[in-house]
C-alpha cells in the first residue's frame, strides 16, 4: 500500500494557543498568567485561551462573560487579526522550507506531506523536530505536531501531543492507536453526534469500528455513517492540497445592540456583502448562490438562499439579493446576528450587461482600496445606506 511505504509521510502542524501566545510574545510580563483573546464586550466570544486560562475551563467558543465569572483576575485582550495573519504567513514560509505541499487548514494549522523531503531533511520525525525547533527559535511561540500516514491519523496525533509536542504514529499502529480513543477525538465529531454514539453505547474508536453499517445508518444516514465507520478505522485517502480554492466565503457579525431599524438592517447587510465580495475579487472568485442567516433577540437562527442567474464578486448584487432574503423572510423580531455566505463558487469572469457590471466592479474596486487604506470609516454605497419606507417592518 501507498501509505506504508511511505509511512509517516503526512505532518500536522498545529500552533498552541495561537493567538493568545502571540499576545503573551509581545507582552512577556503575561507568560504564565491565564489569558484570553476575544471580543471584550458584553457578547463578546472566546477567540483563545492560553493554557493557563483553560486551567479554570475557559474554551475557545465560550462567551466572554462565563469566562470572566470562570477567571476574572485573567487578562482580556481584544485580538488583532492583522499581527496573527502576519504570523500565518511567517508559519507558512517556514513549513514551505521544508516541502511545497502544505495546505494551510487555518491561521494556526497546516497539513504537509513530507515523503519527499526524506533526502534533505531526514525522516518525517525528523522533519516534525526541525519544524517544531524552528518555529520555537525564529518565533518564539510553540506548535505541537502529528505524524501519520494521512491526513485525519496525523490531526488525531497533534490534538494528542498538545501542547508543545510530537506524536507519531507509524502505519502498522494506526489500529492500535485509535481504539482506546473517545469519539469525541475524531475531528468533525462533535456534541450532538458524541451524544447519539454514546446512546448506541458507543464510546471509543474501536468500538465503533466494529459497529456494522447497517446499524449505524438509521441514525446518521449512509453518507455519515459511512464516513464514522472509515474514519474510526483511520481510513482517509484525501491528499494535501496546496493553496485549495475555498468552498465558501462568509462573513457575520453579532451586534452590541439588538437591531430594530430596516435602515440599520440594510445598512449592515451591505457591510457585510461588501466585505465577501472584497475576498472574492481578492481570490479571483465568482459566486452563484447567497445565503443570509439571522439570529432575533430571542435566540431564534434561521437561513435563507437563493441562486442568481449569473455568477458575482460585486457587493451590489449580493446586498440586493440578501436584503430580498431579509424581506420575503418577515423576522418579526429584532435581530441580534447577521451573516452573509457565498457558495457554488468559481473563476471571476463574469459576462457584462451593458458595461453595468464593469462600471460597479470598478467602483467597488476603489472601495476596497478605500477599505485597505482606512478601515470601516471608508465610503461605501450610498444608495443602499437608506431603506425605501416601503420596506419597513412597520415598528
Not at 431599524?261 to 457585510?272: G, H, Y
Not at 431564534?300 to 449569473?310: C, E, K
Not at 470598478?362 to 443602499?384: K, W
Request: aromatic share 6%; with cysteine; net charge positive.
Amino acid at each position: 500500500m501507498e501509505a506504508s511505504r511511505k509511512g509517516s509521510h503526512i505532518l500536522h502542524v498545529d500552533m498552541d494557543a495561537f493567538f493568545a501566545s502571540v499576545e503573551v510574545r509581545r507582552r512577556p510580563w503575561l507568560r504564565g498568567k491565564p489569558v484570553v483573546v476575544g471580543g471584550t464586550g458584553p457578547r463578546g466570544v472566546v477567540a483563545s485561551a492560553s493554557y493557563e486560562a483553560r486551567a479554570y475551563g475557559i474554551v475557545s467558543g465560550m462567551p466572554t462573560a462565563r469566562a470572566r465569572r470562570l477567571c476574572p483576575w485573567a487578562y482580556f485582550l481584544p485580538p488583532d487579526f492583522l499581527s496573527y495573519q502576519e504570523e500565518s504567513a511567517a508559519l507558512r514560509e517556514i513549513l514551505e522550507s521544508f516541502t511545497p505541499l502544505v495546505e494551510m487548514a487555518s491561521l494556526d494549522e497546516a497539513y504537509l506531506d513530507v515523503s519527499g523531503a526524506g533526502s534533505l531533511f531526514g525522516s518525517p520525525e525528523e522533519v516534525a523536530r526541525k519544524i517544531r525547533e524552528r518555529v520555537k527559535g525564529e518565533r518564539g511561540l510553540s506548535c505541537s505536531v502529528g505524524a501519520a500516514p494521512n491526513k485525519l491519523v496525523a490531526k488525531v496525533a497533534s490534538g494528542l501531543a498538545k501542547p508543545d509536542g510530537l506524536v507519531v504514529v507509524e502505519p502498522e499502529r494506526v489500529t492500535e492507536f485509535l481504539a482506546p480513543l473517545p469519539v469525541s477525538r475524531l475531528p468533525g465529531v462533535g456534541a450532538k453526534t458524541r451524544e447519539t454514539l454514546e446512546a448506541l453505547g458507543i464510546r471509543t474508536l474501536g468500538e465503533l469500528a466494529g459497529v456494522r453499517l447497517e446499524a449505524l445508518e438509521p441514525f446518521f444516514g449512509p453518507s455519515q455513517a459511512r464516513w464514522l465507520l472509515a474514519a474510526s478505522r483511520g481510513e482517509d485517502a484525501s491528499a494535501v492540497l496546496p493553496n485549495p480554492p475555498p468552498k465558501q466565503i462568509s462573513a457575520e457579525e453579532t451586534f452590541p445592540r439588538d437591531l430594530d431599524d430596516d435602515q440599520e438592517v440594510r445598512r449592515e447587510i451591505l457591510r457585510l456583502a461588501q466585505r465577501v465580495a472584497r475576498r472574492l475579487r481578492e481570490e479571483g472568485l465568482a459566486a452563484s448562490t447567497v445565503t443570509l442567516k439571522v439570529r432575533t433577540d430571542t435566540f431564534r437562527t434561521f437561513t435563507r438562499s437563493l441562486s442568481l442567474p449569473a455568477p458575482t464578486d460585486l457587493g451590489w448584487e449580493i446586498a440586493d439579493l440578501a436584503s430580498s432574503l431579509f424581506r420575503r423572510s418577515e423576522v418579526g423580531a429584532r435581530v441580534r446576528l447577521l451573516g452573509i455566505s457565498l457558495s457554488r463558487l468559481g473563476p471571476g469572469s463574469l459576462p457584462d450587461l451593458e458595461g453595468r457590471r464593469e462600471k460597479r466592479r470598478r467602483a467597488e474596486q476603489v472601495m476596497d482600496e478605500l477599505q485597505r487604506r482606512f478601515g470601516r470609516g471608508a465610503p461605501t454605497i450610498a444608495s443602499f445606506l437608506t431603506a425605501s419606507p416601503s420596506e419597513g417592518r412597520g415598528r
